[in-house]
């Protein structure tokens, strides 16, 4: 089974900074794309940010500037550096890929269990 594992949440003040992590396996053979939305109480997902095939990244206005999305393609692997963070902030994140499996064309969308950061002084 694919499966998707965020780590780095947490509590923080605000101005402070996160680095969260998501880490795919199982049976891949390609990730057309991997992003993170997120979800506070109350409010539906949106997204934060993504990364596709070629590098190309689009991020929500309102991290702009203070977000950043890397990928490390051989280990499968998408970071989201979160700077400046403010109390809004505050949500669930979720990792998603959208996957290409072995011995298939079609694309198959994953989700990771979420973790929680919290923007509070």
């Known amino acids: 089974q694919v499966r998707l594992v965020e780590s780095g949440g947490g509590l923080v003040h605000p101005g402070g900074s996160l680095r969260l992590s998501c880490a795919v396996s199982?049976?891949?053979?390609?990730?057309?794309?991997m992003g993170w939305y997120r979800q506070a109480p109350g409010r539906q997902r949106e997204l934060v940010g993504a990364?596709?095939?070629?590098?190309?990244?689009n991020y929500a206005d309102s991290v702009k500037g203070r977000f950043t999305i890397s990928s490390d393609n051989a280990k499968n692997t998408v970071h989201l550096q979160m700077n400046s963070l403010k109390p809004e902030d505050t949500a669930v994140y979720y990792c998603?890929?959208?996957?290409?499996?072995?011995?298939?064309?079609?694309?198959?969308?994953?989700w990771g269990q979420g973790t929680q950061v919290t923007v509070s002084s």
């Open positions: 199982g049976s891949i053979f390609r990730i057309n794309a």
């Open positions: 998603n890929a959208r996957i290409e499996r072995l011995l298939s064309s079609n694309e198959y969308e994953y």
């Open positions: 990364v596709i095939s070629g590098g190309s990244t």
